[in-house]
């Protein structure tokens, strides 16, 4: 998933419409998502009313079918926590210090409740789920 910048992600727009948007992502090592986006834009305003998104990362490139459909819920961090996502999220994009002082700008971090990671550059493809408890458990580095 680090190797991945970019992600097209989609929420819940008013009477229930999807909406998607390509954003730029930094991962945590407990596989949150981390994204910054000024609070008048669609997502923002679709994340706080309903904070379940849905993400596709990779598959960009012609011969590299490797994707990550990633499920989860937003909220907007604060005090340590947000910090700590933001350092994540700078160490992706160098330019993000740069932005924090735009009028309106939050930090987005998502929680996963399902990913689904399918590599079809291998015959057969290898596919894994991970879901609840398994998404839940510390990384290793934290137990």
Avoid at 50 to 79: C, I, K, S
Avoid at 114 to 124: L, V
Wanted: charged content about 25%; cysteine-free.
């Amino acid at each position: 998933m680090r190797g991945q910048r970019l992600a097209v992600q989609a929420s819940t727009g008013p009477a229930a419409t999807i909406q998607a948007a390509l954003v730029g992502i930094a991962v945590t090592d407990s596989l949150e998502l981390v994204f910054d986006s000024l609070e008048t834009t669609r997502k923002v305003r679709n994340l706080r009313r309903v904070p379940n998104v849905a993400f596709v990362l990779g598959g960009w490139l012609t011969g590299d079918e490797r994707t990550v459909q990633y499920e989860g819920v937003a909220d907007e961090p604060t005090g340590d926590d947000l910090d700590r996502l933001k350092a994540t999220y700078f160490a992706a994009w160098p330019d993000g210090p740069s932005r924090a002082s735009w009028p309106g700008l939050v930090y987005i971090r998502v929680r996963p409740e399902w990913i689904r990671y399918s590599d079809f550059t291998n015959d057969p493809p290898t596919i894994v789920e991970l879901t609840g408890q398994q998404l839940r458990a510390p990384p290793a580095n934290e137990r």
